[in-house]
Nanobody, 122 residues
């Protein structure tokens, strides 16, 4: 009922930048939060950044000052601008959204994208 499609991953050098995008589609009534998570090999999935519908944002300490999350509510899209990238940022990045759908406006659904690989290496 709600689908998330990510784009923008790839290979970047240390110190470089990448921009991830995630577009939500389907029978969306509202989107509460949109967020980016990441999972590095052998590690658990962790929250990178979150953007609530009211404009509040939250970041993992490891990315504060380097990453910026933003939303285009008209397009149901969330972005993650990643600057000053480090090798430890290498991971699969997943988009996440908490949304309601037209057919059940009182039930929040938690939806995941398929993931996009970000590799930081020289």
């Amino acid at each position: 009922q709600v689908q998330l499609v990510e784009s923008g991953g790839g290979l970047a050098q240390p110190g470089g930048s990448l921009r991830l995008s995630c577009a939500a589609s389907g029978s969306i009534f509202s989107i509460n939060t949109m967020a980016w998570y990441r999972q590095a090999p052998g590690k658990e999935r962790e929250l990178v950044a979150l953007a609530a519908s009211g404009g509040i944002t939250n970041y993992a300490d490891s990315v504060k000052g380097r990453f910026t999350i933003s939303r285009d509510n008209a397009k149901n899209t969330v972005y993650l601008q990643m600057n000053s990238l480090k090798p430890e940022d290498t991971a699969v990045y997943y988009c996440n959204a908490v949304a309601t759908v037209l057919t059940d406006r009182n039930r929040y659904l938690r939806v995941w994208g398929q993931g996009t690989l970000v590799t930081i290496s020289s």
